[in-house]
């Protein structure tokens, strides 16, 4: 993941999107949600961590990244600004990684050999 990729709207997951990817004989299939995620939006890199459907190697580690960003950022403009400031912040931020946390996990699959599943019309 590289810094662009944090903040690349344009790129992110629209719609639900299924990826698959052959082990050992049997098709692994993975669901990426094309919405909004709550839960990434409430609890950040820690949803990533405790929940068993992002699993997926490198994944809790690429979140971890931007989370750390995130948590320097925080404390650079606690130590700059006013609360009010450092609350608009933080919402900001959490709205950042719930808007992105589909797409970032997506872009893990690809790089762990997933392939989008064409949809059989």
């Known amino acids: 993941m590289t810094f662009a990729d ?18 050992d004989g049997q098709q692994d299939t993975k ?9 990434a939006f409430l609890f950040t890199w820690f949803f990533a961590l405790f929940s068993f ?3 997926t190697p490198f994944f809790i580690i690429k979140a971890l990244v931007p989370f750390l960003a995130l948590m320097t950022v925080n404390m650079l403009v606690q130590a700059l600004f006013t609360t009010n400031v450092q609350l608009a912040i933080n919402i900001l931020g959490a709205v950042w990684y719930g808007a992105m946390f589909n797409t970032w996990f997506r872009n893990q699959l690809l790089v762990n050999g997933y ?5 059989a019309a």
Not at 6 to 19: A, C, E, I, M, P
């Open 31 to 39: 669901v990426v949600r094309g919405s909004f995620n709550w839960l």
């Open 53 to 55: 459907r992002y699993r």
């Open 115 to 119: 392939q989008v599943q064409k949809n």
């Open 6 to 23: 944090w903040f690349n709207f344009k790129g992110r997951v629209k719609h639900d999107q299924v990826l698959v990817k052959t082990v």
